[in-house]
């Protein structure tokens, strides 16, 4: 008779009776995630799924071992810049992750995906096991969260309505806004801009880092304008101009 093992496999049957002399065969396969299977036994070839013993003279055992796949994993920056080697594993056994060194502008890496998007399916050095069954690439996705960014004002005394004080590189371009303060008026903003006063300001989309804006003004000015009436009639007109809680001249005509 022939015994047949087979190891991290199957086969159709455990033994068969045969004549001396005769060849006999078997049905073997590997389970999954296991091939490339090696026969140890006198006279044992194994032809894809068939397990032939030629010659058979006596009584033996014939064992059959798969061995468990190898499968890489690569990683895809997903936008990002920068470098990172392959990783191999092995089915059944568990391995870690490699640790990311990929960066993206404006965004923080949270993960890694089976397919791009935002799902994180693996955190950074996770240990995972079996990805694949077969020998071949498996590819993961680095997931990118933007930055929350924060805007800060000195607005030195004056008051700005719906002011924005966060944003990220996918933020919309927006505006910082005018801000008001009583018998001032404003004549730019400086700061995260540069040190010259500009009225309009706005941060385009894809503008990335900590802002800070400081509000700048002038002394408001208004005009005065006297007027001498001599029994019901204009006789003399003067003007001037006032800054905010200047006292006026006079009146003297």
Known sequence: EVIVNVKNGYSDANKKIVLKGNNVSFVVNSNTGYDSGVVDCSNGKLNGSTLTINNVQKSITCNVTYSPIKYTIRYDSNGGTG??????????????????????????????????GTIVDYKDKDE??????KREVVVLYAVWKPITYTIKYDLNGGTLNNSRNTYN??????????PFKKGYSFIGWTGSNGESPQMNVS???GTIGD????ANYETGKFKVVYLSDKYGSITGIKEETLKYKENPSGTTY
């Open 83 to 116: 470098s990172l080697k392959d990783t191999t594993h092995t089915y059944g056994v568990n391995g870690s992750l490699a640790q990311n060194s990929f960066v993206k502008d404006g965004y923080n890496f949270v993960g890694w995906s089976r397919k791009t």
């Open 128 to 133: 995972v096991i079996n990805l694949t069954s």
């Open 169 to 178: 590189v996918e933020s919309n371009t927006f505006n910082l806004g005018t």
């Open 203 to 205: 941060i385009q989309k």
């Open 211 to 214: 802002k800070k804006y400081i």
